[in-house]
Each structure stands twice: as structure tokens, then as C-alpha cells.
């Protein structure tokens, strides 16, 4: 007499089935232990193999569930193929070609970021060198050409004797233009210009100018010598500081034919170019 099961258990989907309900397991049990997704399970046991990846992914599956339940795995696998050959039209080791995975976009774009960001570094350093060493080859040539020029005027300098400032000549003693001024206190100035004596107080405002033919002489108090100033045409002439005689309580001194030249060339009125009243 037939087995009623071995009727019922026509396909592998049912024999899988079966065993499983015979020893009392549910599929979340076989899915615990076989690490295989119930979803897969349920479409084994249902002949529906388009949910599963395809390929040695199905055979594993298939291995694994019968192994668990206690079917020969080797007549489990040939089961599985005669089924994917009847159902799918042909006879072939591999029946459904498992896809690799794709990357989506944004997938793509994160595994690409740290090569794109060590490119645009790289890229950076590659700009900043060459524009580094296109800057270094503009400013050398002008550095050179610096160089060059300083030490051509150096060398030019060298060979150059000092200048010594040509003194300008005295002015003849009819041409000159002495003034006596105070830069504070007024001081009473004694002249003597071409034999004509006078008197005059000198005031910072008012200073008193003289224009002598053959010469002048002047006195003044020797405590107001730090006020005192001279000029002859504009020229600063440094006076004397003491008299030249010292028992004498003023500063007297004279400016002639004979010493004009002297005093304009020293800038200044030596003892030697001092005169006594007369």
C-alpha cells in the first residue's frame, strides 16, 4: 500500500514541508538556526524560487534547510534542480545568474569623496609649486640685474674722488650788508661806520643794518653777547665771546678792507680782527 505522504510530497517545496511539521518545527526555528530569511523559507517550501538571489545561493539555502530538517541534502539539490529545469524550460547547473549588488549614487559618491578630496589636495600643491617657482624666476633676473647696478655705481663711487665744496668768494667790501640784531633783550650798540660815530638800541624787532665803504667798527655790553647776532649778506658770522681786552666790561671789534675776507671765509670775527676804540 502507498505511503499517503510520499503522494502528498510530490515537489520539494511539500517535502520540505512535511519534515519540517513532522518533527514539530516552525519556520522561525529553521530561520534562527539556518541564518535563512523566513521569507526565503516560506518560497521554498512554495516551489517559488523568484524571491531568492538565484545561483549557489538557492543550492546553499536548499542544502541547509534539508540538512536542518534531516533530508539528504544531495537528493534535496537534485529535487531542487528538476524543478528550476521544469519550470524555467532547460537543464543547467545554474538556472538563475545571482546579480552583484550595484552601488546607488549616493553610495558611489561617499566611496568616491576621499579619492576626490587627496586629487584636489594634490592638485593644490602641484598649482602652489608651480607658481612658486614662476615667481622665484621673475624676481632672480631683477635681484641679478639689482646686484649688478649697486655694485657698478659702487665700483663708479669708488673711483670717484670726494668733492671738496668750493667756498664762495667774499664779496667785495662796498657790497656788503651787515646787520646786527638781539633775539631778546635789546642791547645799545656803539658804531663806527666810515668815521661816523652813533648810537642805537637794538630791539629783536629792530635790528640796525649797516653798509660800510672802508670799514666799521662796533661796540656793545659783553653780558648781552648771547643775545648778539651778525650777518653779512645773509651769512651767519659768529662773534666773539670775550673782549679782547679783558679789563674791558664791553666787545668791541672792527671789520675793514684788510680783514673782510678773513672773517667772511672763517665766519667768524677772531681776536685778531679786534680793534680798540679810538
Not at 56 to 82: H, P, T, W
Not at 90 to 119: F, N
Not at 195 to 202: F, P, W, Y
Not at 243 to 268: H, L, T, V
Amino acid at each position: 500500500m502507498e505511503d499517503n505522504n510520499d503522494k502528498m510530497a510530490s515537489t520539494l517545496g511539500e517535502k520540505l514541508r512535511q519534515a519540517r511539521e513532522a518533527r514539530g518545527i516552525t519556520i522561525s526555528e529553521v530561520a534562527d538556526q539556518t541564518r535563512i530569511s523566513p521569507l526565503y523559507i516560506e518560497s521554498i517550501e512554495n516551489d517559488d524560487y523568484r524571491p531568492l538571489p538565484g545561483g549557489i545561493f538557492n543550492k546553499g539555502f536548499v542544502k541547509s534547510y534539508a540538512k536542518f530538517i534531516g533530508i539528504d541534502e544531495q537528493e534535496a539539490l537534485q529535487d531542487y534542480l528538476q524543478l528550476i529545469s521544469e519550470q524555467e524550460g532547460y537543464t543547467g547547473e545554474e538556472p538563475k545568474t545571482y546579480r552583484p549588488e550595484v552601488l546607488t549614487d549616493e553610495r558611489a559618491s561617499s566611496s568616491s569623496l576621499p579619492t576626490i578630496i587627496i586629487a584636489l589636495v594634490i592638485l593644490g600643491l602641484m598649482t602652489w609649486g608651480i607658481l612658486a617657482f614662476v615667481r622665484y624666476y621673475q624676481q632672480t633676473p631683477a635681484q641679478n640685474d639689482n646686484a649688478k647696478l649697486t655694485n657698478t655705481n659702487s665700483a663708479e663711487n669708488a673711483n670717484v674722488a670726494p668733492t671738496t665744496p668750493t667756498p664762495v668768494p667774499a664779496p667785495a667790501m662796498g657790497n656788503a650788508k651787515i646787520e646786527f640784531s638781539t633775539s631778546s633783550a635789546p642791547i645799545y650798540l656803539a658804531s663806527v661806520m666810515d668815521g661816523k660815530k652813533a648810537s642805537t638800541l637794538i630791539k629783536p624787532d629792530a635790528p640796525a643794518v649797516f653798509e660800510p665803504k672802508e670799514n666799521l667798527r662796533l661796540s656793545f655790553a659783553k653780558s648781552l653777547v648771547q643775545n648778539a647776532q651778525l650777518t653779512i649778506n645773509g651769512k651767519q658770522i659768529k662773534l666773539p665771546s670775550q673782549p679782547a681786552n679783558p679789563g674791558r666790561a664791553a666787545i668791541d671789534f672792527e671789520i675793514n678792507k684788510d680783514n673782510f675776507a678773513q672773517i667772511w671765509q672763517s665766519g667768524e670775527v677772531s681776536f685778531e680782527n679786534k680793534a680798540q676804540p679810538r
